[in-house]
């Protein structure tokens, strides 16, 4: 079956330092891929969509310029958290799919930021 | 604003008997749904899915049922088996360029052997 691999798993760091967090499908071509964040006992959320080779679409409320993401194939989308802080300490999961196909998740990232 | 709701946040079902998890949609558009399971520290596996042409579809154990008219979906599992538990999460996608999925909160399910 389609697989997803997303890596780091755990992160932790100092606030301030930025994070990068890479979402790869492995044995299929992803032209569309999602990333969500997920709080405690809550649902996912969509962060953002993003197409291979142009520019992600964002959802309302979250800073394009705090959450920075990459598709710079279709097989690699990567998130970056820029200058973080404990409040963006969250479990981060990314979804990867083909045309007219389900979305295939990640195992999560959990980031704490200390 | 939550547009996919799931109203019971767990539900424990005795092992060998029927599990069914709740959904009810508020947005008319959308024309697909999915059901994910999600064990912790994991990300959803997808489990089965239904397109709004269609009131049912059946994979092994795992039936969906769609009523459009009352914007309501159900999952069904039957038997229920230990390993079933965890949190469901329904999905609804809306036709649009990217496939937007809108995710319920989820119900953890607990199969009691």
């Known amino acids: 079956g389609a697989v997803v691999s997303q890596h780091p798993s755990r992160v932790i760091c100092k606030s301030g330092t930025s994070v990068k967090i890479e979402c790869r499908s492995l044995?299929?071509?992803?032209?569309?891929m999602f990333w969500y964040r997920q709080f405690p006992k809550k649902s996912l959320m969509l962060m953002a969509t993003?197409?291979?080779?142009?520019?992600?679409?964002?959802e309302q409320g979250v800073e394009k310029d705090k959450f920075l993401i990459n598709h710079a194939s279709l097989t690699l989308s990567t998130l970056t958290v820029t200058s973080a802080h404990p409040e963006d300490s969250s479990f981060y999961i990314c979804?990867?799919?083909?045309?007219?196909?389900?979305?295939?998740f990640g195992d999560g990232t959990r980031l704490s930021i200390l | 604003d939550q547009q996919v709701k799931q109203n019971s946040p767990s539900l424990s079902v005795q092992e060998g008997r029927i599990s069914i998890l709740n959904c009810d949609y508020t947005?008319?558009?959308?024309?697909?749904f999915l059901w994910y399971k999600k064990y912790p520290a994991e990300g959803p596996t997808f489990l089965i899915s239904?397109?709004?042409?269609?009131d049912k579809n059946e994979d092994g154990r795992f039936t969906v049922f769609l009523n459009k008219s009352a914007k309501h979906l159900s999952l069904h599992i039957v038997p229920s088996q230990p390993g079933d538990s965890a949190v469901y999460f329904c999905?609804?996608?809306?036709?649009?360029?990217?496939?937007?999925?809108?995710f319920g909160p989820g119900t953890s399910l607990s199969v009691i052997p």
């Open positions: 979804s990867a799919q083909a045309p007219n196909q389900p979305q295939h």
């Open positions: 044995d299929f071509q992803a032209t569309t």
């Open positions: 993003s197409n291979e080779g142009s520019k992600a679409t964002y």
């Open positions: 947005n008319s558009m959308f024309d697909y």
């Open positions: 239904i397109s709004s042409i269609k």
């Open positions: 999905a609804a996608r809306m036709k649009t360029s990217y496939d937007k999925v809108i």
